[in-house]
């Protein structure tokens, strides 16, 4: 039996696009055979116009195919992922995508890559410049949750077509959407604790100026302390707003669950 005999590929398809809507990564579900089942979604010109046309960057990018697992960085300076999809310990095919940023990038060092695989600078820095950036925590868990998705949307239609309506698939899907909704809720918590952070830095620093000279040091570290209480705020609001998203694309693919017949 082969992915394509099991899925709702509109199901699957919409799935696909909400999440790199959310996101802002590309997606796209290959079969066992590496087969594209789905249309790629936001797939980008830096990735498929220039670094794939190029002859070396196409070779490095079949290298990085075959042999990238979970989240991981590719050849060109982006992050990707390669997820399965497994269903009673058999592999049905994979969920790729990712063709993001984890950091802002440096462009020169990305004019030294057009040059190594012979693709125009300016085009591929202009190109590069339109690819969505996300921390790699927040990456690496928008890979995974979209596993997770897709194996259950398998799961519901393998179980469904062989035992008939499984009600129980459906909490599973359910259960998804909690797990996006926890996810938003602690990163708000933690988000609060970087908010009292970076207020006790700005006292500490304050108290620091206070004592002159002798205070010196220990202000630097307030200050440094300071903005890595500010960067950590930056990285939770991009989980909550990604855990958001997901959630209400969760909660559509439920209902057209419940709405569709088998």
């Known amino acids: 039996m082969e992915l394509l005999d099991i899925i709702d590929l509109k199901q699957l398809q919409q799935m696909q696009d909400c999440f790199s809507q959310a996101t802002g990564m590309a997606a796209v579900t290959v079969d066992r055979k590496g087969s594209f089942v789905t249309k790629p979604s936001n797939f980008t010109d830096f990735c498929m116009k220039y670094t794939r046309n190029s002859p070396l960057g196409a070779q490095r990018c079949a290298q990085c195919d075959a042999e990238g697992k979970g989240a991981y960085s590719c050849h060109a300076g982006l992050m990707d992922f390669a997820e399965p999809i497994i269903v009673d310990g058999v592999q049905y095919g994979n969920v790729l995508g990712g063709q993001v940023l984890p950091r802002e990038p440096d462009e020169a060092q990305f004019r030294a890559v057009a040059q190594e695989l012979g693709i125009p600078e300016d085009s591929y820095i202009e190109a590069l410049r339109k690819v969505t950036v996300r921390s790699e925590q927040s990456i690496r868990a928008s890979a995974a949750l979209l ?6 949307l398998v799961a519901y239609h393998f179980i469904a077509r062989r035992s008939g309506y499984m009600p129980e698939m459906l909490e599973e899907i359910s259960s998804m959407g909690k797990c996006s909704r926890d996810i938003a809720s602690k990163a708000r918590d933690l988000k609060r ?14 108290e620091a100026g206070r004592a002159g000279d002798a205070g010196k040091g220990f202000r630097i570290v307030a200050n440094q302390m300071g903005e890595l209480a500010e960067s950590s705020a930056a990285i939770y609001e991009t989980i909550i707003e990604d855990s958001d998203n997901i959630y209400t694309s969760v909660k559509h693919l439920e209902n057209d669950l419940k709405e569709s017949p088998l």
Request: aromatic letters at 0%.
């Open 147 to 152: 596993r997770e998705l897709v194996k259950n």
């Open 193 to 206: 604790v970087s908010t009292q952070q970076r207020l006790l830095s700005i006292n500490a620093a304050i």
